[in-house]
Each structure stands twice: as C-alpha cells, then as structure tokens.
C-alpha cells in the first residue's frame, strides 16, 4: 500500500511539473522550431503570399534555385561588409571581457555597499537604452550645425569635422557606443560569480603574504574561468551577427559611412528593401546561423582539449 501510495503521488508530482513546463514548451516549439521550415526559402525563388495562393501553397509552388539565393553575399561590395562584421564583432569580443572582468573586481573591492549599489546602476541603466536614444545622444554631440563638439571646434578656432561624412572616426565611435552600452551587463554576471567566491580564501592568501594583484591572479580569475569560458564562446557563436540598431541607427544611415558601418544585417535589409526578394533575406539568416553554430562548436571543442570542466557540452 504504502509502495503504491509513493508511486502515484510521484506521479501527481511529475504531472502538476510537467503542467508548469507545458506553456513554456508550446511557446518554444511555435516561436523557435516551428519557423525552422522556413529554411526552404533560403532554396527558393519565393515571393510575398497573395489570397489566391497563401504560405504554405506559395512555398511548395516556389521554384528551386539552388545557391542562388546566397550569391549576393559574396560580391565584391558585400566582402567589405564581411570583414566589418568579422572584424568589430572579434574586437569587442576582446575588449568586452578585459573592460567588463577589469570593472567587476574593481566594484569587487568597493567596501561602501551604497557606492558599489550606485556604481552597478549606473553602469547597467546603459544597457536598457534603445540605439535610437543612443543615436540621438550621440546626434546632440555631433550634429553638423549645432553639436557640442562642433560648436567646442568653432570656439576653439580649429577645423570643423563633418563627423556623419567622415568614416576614418567611426570605427572608434560605434566601439566606444558598443562598449558603453553592453559592459555593464557582463559586468554584473562577473560580479555576481566574484562574489560567491568563499572570503576565507582571501584571508588564507593575505595571511600568506599575497598582494591584491596576487590574489586577484590566483584566486579571482580562476573561479572567473567557466563563467568567462561560457560567455566567450557564446559571444563567438555570434561572430557573423551583427547587432542592427548600432550600425544602423547611431550612424544616421549615412551613405558616406557605409565602407566601415555596412554589416550584414544592414546590407541584407538594404538589399531586401531594395528588391524584395524574401529568399535572399532568409539565406543570409540561415547562413549567420550556420557560422555560428560551427564556431561554437570549434570553440567548444577547443575548450574541451583544453580544459574538459570548462565546456559547454
């Protein structure tokens, strides 16, 4: 009796979880695998559905074209978009974990918690701020005729810069935004791992002599490890993604910046505003995605040789 009571209030239990769980589970099966199929347009020389002919008679009546669909992004004007995608993306990858591991135990050592509560808000208030605000921001700045800099250059009697029309400083520009915006977000995730680590590890290396950047190097960073293992090669999964309202919004869409601000989300919505063509757009998603799922597994291969508990899988 008491075996069968067991089993069946297990069961109860396993039922109200697997209730819990089913919402979440018919989200991700519409919302993720479901639009999985659209992959066969990236093959297909499809177009917008009508109500003579809707989505799914449209796409098996589209006709094969192969590759084709994927040709565009390996022009000649579209290999400079590749490379600034590649190139800001690795960039910030770097730069992102030195500033974001630097802050964390920098804010670490703070022993006042109102200033290390008020330092954390301000550097993650940045993160909630859509690009355009951003751009606008950045506009008051730069802005041609009455911008701030702009106006510190007349006073100052030196050459005035048409920033929106110069793209040697951009580069630099959409680095500082990037980094402005999304370091306080990593920086939390390292603060949070720095503090779990247990205090009496500090007091053993202070008891034996060891300076702050000592027990920074022997203690801090290794417990830092799998969290910045993780979120390296997550950050490298997305290598061929660009983050849209940067390049597009903080520039102002400006023709003239396009040699260092054309990424391929930009390009790819340039060209499908341009021509219309659902296959090309849904190609250049499909191979992002391809990339980054071979670099996350490299990655993680990678990591596994060489140091088996800090892999994903």
Same mark, same amino acid.
């Given at each position: ?57 449209? +796409? ?18 579209? +290999?400079?978009? %590749? ?78 810069? $048409? ?30 791992? %720095? ?61 003239? +910046? ?6 391929? $989300? ?48």
């Amino acid at each position: 009796m008491k075996r069968g009571a067991g089993i069946s209030g297990s069961a109860k239990k396993t039922f109200w979880l697997t209730t819990m769980m089913l919402p979440a589970t018919v989200w991700l099966l519409l919302i993720r695998y479901l639009p999985m199929f659209g992959i066969m347009m990236s093959f297909l020389d499809y177009r917008l559905p009508t109500r003579k002919m809707p989505f799914p008679v449209n +796409l098996l009546h589209s006709p094969w074209v192969g590759l084709k669909n994927f040709s565009f992004l390996f022009t000649g004007e579209s +290999l400079n978009m %590749i490379r600034n995608t590649l190139g800001y993306n690795a960039l910030w990858i770097v730069l992102g974990l030195v500033i974001s591991v630097t802050f964390a135990i920098m804010m670490s050592e703070i022993t006042r918690k109102f200033m290390a509560k008020t330092y954390q808000t301000m550097m993650f208030f940045p993160y909630f701020l859509s690009w355009v605000v951003v751009a606008y921001f950045l506009f008051a700045f730069l802005d041609p005729t009455n911008g701030m800099i702009v106006r510190a250059q007349r006073s100052a009697g030196g050459a005035v810069i $048409d920033w929106y029309n110069t793209p040697a400083y951009w580069p630099f520009i959409l680095t500082i935004c990037s980094i402005w915006k999304n370091t306080g977000y990593s920086t939390v995730l390292y603060l949070s791992a %720095i503090t779990g680590i247990d205090r009496s590890q500090y007091e053993a290396a202070a008891v034996d002599g060891a300076t702050k950047w000592q027990q920074t190097l022997h203690v801090t960073l290794p417990h830092l490890k799998p969290m910045i293992v993780i979120l390296l090669i997550m950050n490298v999964g997305k290598i061929f993604n660009a983050d849209f309202g940067l390049f597009w919004s903080v520039p102002m869409n400006s023709a003239p +910046l396009y040699p260092v601000t054309q990424v391929v $989300d930009t390009y790819v919505y340039r060209a499908y505003t341009s021509t219309g063509n659902v296959g090309m757009s849904t190609a250049a998603g499909f191979l992002q995605n391809l990339v980054g799922f071979v670099c996350i597994m490299a990655a993680n291969s990678i990591v596994r040789r060489l140091d088996p508990d800090s892999s994903l899988f």
